[in-house]
């Protein structure tokens, strides 16, 4: 079993920045990568339909939504099974939910329980 969970959501002005992270633990085997996903608060749509963010293999490669290209980077650190998603320049649009996702080297996919982000005057 993998655990994850996230930290680092709150309040912030547009324009400001916020950094998230998923911290994993349990049995992590590489190949395996951390993907952020985010969804409105109180959408009811199930997890699947969760909107893709960014993605990072544990070698390194990203992957990111193109709304937020040039805005968030997501980095690994590979010790200590973390994955971070740096927002900046945060936009209105940009507030939900954010979830962390990982597959593991067997493609079972784990979810945390979400970080709220709110970007509002």
């Known amino acids: 079993q993998v655990q994850l969970v996230e930290s680092g959501g709150g309040l912030v002005h547009p324009g400001g920045s916020l950094r998230l992270s998923c911290a994993a633990s349990?049995?992590?085997?590489?190949?395996?990568?951390m993907a952020w996903y985010r969804q409105l608060a109180g959408d009811e749509r199930d997890f699947v339909e969760r909107?893709?963010?960014?993605?990072?293999?544990?070698?390194?490669?990203?992957n990111y939504v193109d709304s937020v290209k040039g805005r968030f980077t997501i980095s690994i650190d590979k010790a200590r099974n973390t994955a971070s998603l740096q927002m900046n320049n945060l936009k209105p649009e940009d507030s939900a939910v954010y979830y962390c996702?990982?597959?593991?080297?067997?493609?079972?996919?784990?979810w945390g329980k979400g970080t709220l982000v709110i970007v509002s005057s």
């Open positions: 996702n990982l597959q593991n080297h067997d493609d079972k996919d784990y």
């Open positions: 909107d893709f963010v960014a993605h990072i293999t544990d070698s390194g490669d990203t």
């Open positions: 349990g049995s992590i085997f590489s190949p395996y990568g």
